[in-house]
């Protein structure tokens, strides 16, 4: 319960008001990508959650609706250019796939299916942000160009 709602309390701290509906969006389309990704990998046998309330949701909505958005929108606000924001993805995919990962599979709460590695794992979250910057970047120059 507390990893699902203290991280949007600090990000509301941290966000910058000035480009909420920016980064707001960016965090919502995080999150939907990262559910969809989520599901598709359990429904592949890449991974699997072992302890599930509903056998079709995978339990770990809080880091898909939680903290992998909160922290992908706080590197997405804090590093605007492409060389630092790079540097700070890969350190995010890091994390992710060779920190959180492990942690839960050694508490049980994730399985890594037998054609699934973390280094996978990185290569997606590491394209799932640059993804959601060059989208972001376009939808910005869509929405300035006038029609």
Not at 73 to 83: A, C, E, R, S, V
Not at 108 to 129: A, N, P, Q, R, V
Request: proline share 6%; charged share 15%.
């Amino acid at each position: 319960m507390f990893s699902t709602i203290i991280p949007y309390f600090i990000w509301w701290k941290l966000v910058d008001k000035n480009r909420f509906f920016e980064l707001f969006s960016y965090g919502l389309i995080c999150a939907s990508i990262a559910m969809i990704l989520d599901v598709m990998g359990t429904e592949m046998i890449l991974w699997d959650y072992p302890d599930k309330f509903l056998p079709w949701i995978p339990p770990l909505i809080p880091a898909d609706f939680v903290v992998i958005p909160i922290s992908a929108m706080l590197i997405y606000q804090y590093f605007n250019k492409w060389t630092s924001f790079l540097f700070a993805n890969i350190l995010w995919a890091i994390v992710f796939a060779y920190i959180i990962e492990p942690i839960f599979s050694y508490l049980g709460m994730f399985k890594l299916g037998s054609h699934w590695l973390h280094t996978y794992s990185f290569i997606g979250f590491f394209f799932l942000g640059i993804f959601l910057k060059l989208f972001m970047e376009w939808l910005k120059k869509k929405a300035e160009t006038p029609c």
